[in-house]
């Protein structure tokens, strides 16, 4: 655990250089009601959410990477808003498909108008990015390759691992074998 610890506060601290020095911004919007984005800070957070409209939060992060300046579940649920956890190793892991289809429906469930959901996880390139892909897939019925087209347009630096598409791929064709939509049997099982 100490080796995970040094990684994470080693490429934390890259990511903050690679937005000083590149330009690359914390957080992107991909859609009219959905974002990608690095770290929830709390030193900014209160700046994002009320710009950003944000009332839900995705976190791809795993349970030691939620430190003192992260803003976390605790903090969300104290201001009202709506938090999912869906724990995913960094740089390795891919969500599961019971993590991806819960995702799918949390995002779902933000239906004020004018309110978004902010994706993340530690960077906002990998996990967030593939969770999206997969809610771009299963709502606007599209391609791997058109979600991921459509994400780096709006989040250039995102980064899709050889398994990540494997993934993306498995899923398009479990979206295409189902006849009915993917989420329809877990809405009428709740």
Known sequence: MLFREIVF??????????KYLTGHAWYSRITPRLLIGALPLRSTWAAVE????????????????????????????????????????DFTGI?????????????NSCTKPEASVYVHCKAGRTRSAFLVACYLM???????STAIKRIRAKRPHVRFSKSQLV?????????????????ESSHSAA
Not at 9 to 18: D, G, N, Q, V
């Open 9 to 18: 506060y080693t490429s934390t601290a890259c990511i903050y250089l690679r």
């Open 50 to 89: 009320f710009t950003e409209c944000i009332t839900h939060i995705v976190s791809l992060l795993e349970p030691f990477e939620v430190k003192r300046f992260v803003f976390g579940p605790n903090e969300a649920a104290a201001r009202g808003l709506q938090h999912l956890s869906l724990p995913v190793r």
């Open 95 to 107: 969500p599961t498909l019971e993590q991806i289809e819960t995702g799918i429906r949390f995002i």
């Open 138 to 144: 299963y709502q606007e019925r599209i391609s791997a």
């Open 167 to 183: 993934a993306l791929n498995q899923f398009a064709q479990i979206l295409s074998s189902r006849p009915e939509p993917l989420l």
